[in-house]
């Protein structure tokens, strides 16, 4: 049985770590050339620039074709390429698709791309583009899988951890060249110094934090960001080991898209 998770940031990571604990390994994740992801230690996207990444003691491993994605699974390794477009769908044949890029909205995949194609938060519709949608918003229903409807539209606010929410994210001062002056696991206070964005006219401009706490994410240095972009987050709860071990939201959501694909897989008769 073999799964393509479009994504491979921290909540798709979380999903596909989820996927192979419960005996599905034969996972295949998709990013892009450069990818954003800001809470690089949990997650399978740095496999892209470092060649590996390994979450909470699985390992994936950057492919580049169908005989890779064959030798990493033989490994015993989740499979990434670099693959925004997704044209491995052609030769990987998925029995399901796990749409988990976050967009907020629908960036391609179509109800027919698997036998079983599932959605992420915002931007899907069960029985139309997927067949079933997963709730990512925390609160009650996280987790949850919609057969009919959507999940809650983007509020435009990041989620509350104890009492900060946007207060919490790290956001790029203007266009350019990104690069963490703190590193992920430094605690910090409010008004330290913890990026710099150099620009095309080679201005320097720094941001600060806004909050006392733990730095949770931090973009990979040399990354092109432009002004505002999300750049890292710093989580006001201080605890380090937060920092390398997958969130409860992404557990929960992991165990959503989990319940979908074993209920089709016992329905299917079909092997891990």
Not at 166 to 188: C, H, N, P, T
Request: charged share 25%; net charge negative.
């Amino acid at each position: 049985m073999k799964i393509l998770i479009r994504g491979a940031g921290d909540l798709a990571s979380g999903v596909a770590w989820r996927l192979y604990q419960a005996g599905y390994k034969k996972i295949l994740m998709t990013d892009i050339a450069v990818p954003t992801t800001v809470r690089r230690t949990v997650a399978f996207s740095p496999a892209v620039y470092q060649g590996e990444a390994t979450v909470e003691g699985v390992t994936g491993r950057l492919v580049t074709d169908e005989a890779g994605t064959e030798a990493a699974h033989a490994a015993g390794e989740i499979a990434v390429i670099a693959d925004p477009g997704t044209s491995c769908l052609a030769w990987f044949k998925p029995d399901v698709l796990v749409d988990g890029i976050l967009a907020k909205y629908n960036t391609g995949t179509k109800i027919d791309d698997a036998d079983l194609v599932l959605g992420m938060g915002p931007g899907f519709t069960a029985k139309e583009d997927v067949d079933f949608a997963i709730e990512t918003k925390r609160g009650h229903y996280l987790g949850r899988i919609i057969s009919e409807g959507s999940p809650v539209p983007d509020t435009g606010v990041p989620g509350n951890i104890a009492g900060f929410t946007s207060e919490r994210i790290i956001r790029a001062g203007a266009d350019g060249v990104f690069k963490g002056l703190r590193k992920i696991g430094d605690l910090v206070k409010a008004g330290e110094e913890l990026a710099v964005v150099k620009t095309e006219n080679g201005a320097e401009v720094v941001t600060y934090a806004n909050i006392a706490g733990v730095v949770r994410g931090m973009l990979q240095d040399g990354v092109q960001v432009t002004e505002g972009m999300k750049s890292g987050d710093v989580d006001p709860r201080g605890e380090v080991d937060y920092c390398r071990s997958i969130s409860d939201k992404a557990l929960a959501i992991g165990g959503g898209v989990l319940q979908a694909v074993s209920k089709y897989a016992h329905e299917h008769d079909l092997e891990k």
